[in-house]
């Protein structure tokens, strides 16, 4: 497992003539058949740093931690402790499926690297196959940190007297693909080493998939695997002028009053600015034009968020009404449906109904949030409002003594 910190985040005190941090970080992996924890690791891991410039703070610290588990189902929790600053922290909640490869060609996770050299160091901490694996956990590139993504993967059961296809591809958000390359490769081994770099320097900033694909001589598919990551090239402008005038057209014919509505039910993704800004338009075409140009950067992805589609967000909200409503609240102003508008669906929910000596509660997790968050509600009143007590989730409700709640 590999795992990253920012310097700039840490807490020092100076020692030395350098600036020292401590994290704590404890490492606990659960087997979800036995319901029994294989793994219950405190560990500690020094940040020394020689300055606080802002040199030094954009280098960001990697390090790894390895683990031999049996085949299973497993889950993976992370709790990191800022030791000089102990309410500052960060944790992670992840699912692990440990399983052997078989027979079949395939190909292990995909690894996006800052870096990959020969080395013949056996010893370091990132040698792999006769090279120097430099990860990146964060997984952001671009032209401000690795203009360059590396990927690494390993590919199992080959012909070896076979020749094959490898096509490395870029997605963007709406499945097409953006950057795509293909060669042809006979690997001589039965079990192979599959490097390789790419320049993303020239693409929008945004959320992207890289996907390798294996296929045999003619280029038919035989396996892939992929991966998400972030691009951060600020140097590309994006003309927004053409998306808003096609944007426009989708709000041709409504009222003032719906406009006013739709606006209102996406306060969740406005600025406060964008706020005070649409209740001073009065006009039906102003608001028309207001909102085309709102969606447009939804849409495209702003202010640290993920691109939102306009219909996917209002369907949401339309869900949110149907499932949520709690007393005379709608059920997008709820806090679960506040959540569920926001995240969308999550991947996982722990129901806890009501008992002698606690109060209903849910637990929803989103593995693909972060690294993993959660956020948890508890039915504080009795009447079926759940509200929001605690999340993992940066800028989010955070109160590790939310057990408080179910007395």
């Known amino acids: ?55 030094s703070m954009r280098s960001t610290f990697v390090s790894m931690l390895g683990i031999v588990l049996p ?55 990132f040698f792999k196959n006769s090279l120097e694996v430099m990860p990146n956990p964060t997984l952001v590139f671009g032209v401000a940190s690795h203009p360059m993504m590396f990927n690494y993967s390993e590919i199992y059961n080959l012909d070896p007297l076979k020749s094959y296809t490898v096509k490395t591809q870029i997605l963007g958000q709406d499945g097409k693909v953006v950057k795509e390359t293909s060669k042809q490769r006979k690997y ?94 009065t006009s039906e075409e102003g608001r028309r034009e207001f909102m085309a140009k709102f969606w447009t950067e939804v849409e495209n992805g702003r202010l640290g968020r993920a691109p939102v589609p306009r219909m996917a967000y209002l369907q949401r909200v339309l869900a949110a009404v149907q499932r949520f409503k709690a007393m005379n609240r709608e059920g997008w102003r709820t806090d679960r449906g506040r959540i569920f508008v926001l995240y969308s669906e999550p991947d996982e929910i722990e129901r806890f109904p009501t008992s002698s000596d606690s109060k209903p509660y849910e637990i929803w997790h989103f593995y693909s949030i972060e690294n993993g968050v959660e956020f948890v509600f508890v039915d504080r009143s009795g009447f079926g409002e759940y509200q929001l007590v605690h999340s993992t989730k940066r800028g989010e409700l955070r109160d590790d003594d939310w057990q408080r709640f179910l007395q």
């Open 1 to 55: 497992m590999y795992y990253g910190f920012y310097p700039g985040l840490v807490s020092y005190e100076q020692r030395d003539g350098r600036f020292s941090g401590f994290l704590k970080v404890n490492t606990r992996i659960k087997n979800t058949q036995s319901d029994r924890y294989v793994v219950n690791r405190l560990s500690g891991v020094p940040v020394v740093i020689k300055d606080t410039s802002q040199a």
């Open 71 to 125: 085949y299973g189902e497993y889950a993976l929790e992370v709790i990191v402790v800022d030791s000089l600053a102990p309410r500052r922290r960060d944790s992670l909640y992840l699912p692990l499926s440990v399983r052997p490869y078989g027979t079949a060609v395939s190909i292990s996770d995909l690894e996006l690297c800052s870096n990959i050299k020969q080395s013949d160091q056996k010893n370091e901490l």
């Open 188 to 281: 001589g081994v039965k079990n192979a080493v599959e490097p390789g770099t790419t320049n993303v320097a020239s693409i929008q900033s945004g959320r992207y998939r890289f996907r390798l694909i294996l296929g045999d001589e003619a280029g038919v598919p035989i396996t892939q695997m992929e991966k998400t990551f972030y691009l951060y090239n600020p140097h590309i402008q994006v003309t927004q002028a053409a998306a808003g005038s096609i944007k426009a057209t989708e709000f041709a014919g409504m009222s003032a009053e719906e406009l006013a509505d739709e606006f209102r039910k996406a306060q969740y993704i406005a600025t406060d600015q964008e706020i005070r800004t649409f209740a001073q338009i």
